[in-house]
């Protein structure tokens, strides 16, 4: 069996410019002209969706991904939802000290309500003036 030369896909504006040229086919068609496809060793032909849509979203410019850290870890994303955890700890997590900016070290006064707690973050200005009386 002879092998096929690897049609290299389109991108930016060739892709676009072939997509506008192919709006009557179908997506999977739309795809498949594009170069988005592999051939199996069995010479079945399968198209590659989301690696042609993740290609029209950056040929139109669009930006999905958020800034993430500067250690380029994504991690999980805040949902301002927590639960009490088995051993009765609450964790606040490192998504909401990252956009508050907090450090370590960095200290809290705890205020307990009925149905609620409130965390105050300590002035480290207001530290030092009572340490200084």
Do not use: W
């Amino acid at each position: 069996m002879a092998k096929q030369k690897k049609i290299e896909p389109l991108v930016g504006e060739d892709l676009l410019k072939k997509v506008k040229e192919l709006e009557s086919e179908s997506k999977e068609d739309k795809a498949k002209r594009c170069g988005y496809y592999t051939v199996t060793k069995n010479g079945i032909e399968r198209v590659n969706m989301m690696k042609f849509l993740n290609a029209l979203i950056d040929a139109e410019g669009i930006q999905l991904d958020s800034s993430s850290g500067a250690n380029g870890r994504g991690g999980r994303s805040a949902s301002y939802r927590i639960s009490v955890q088995s051993n009765g700890n609450l964790l606040i997590g490192s998504a909401y000290t990252k956009q508050m900016g907090l450090k370590s070290g960095d200290e809290f006064i705890i205020t307990l309500g009925k149905k609620h707690i409130r965390l105050k973050q300590v002035d480290p200005e207001d530290l030092q003036e009572e340490e200084e009386d």
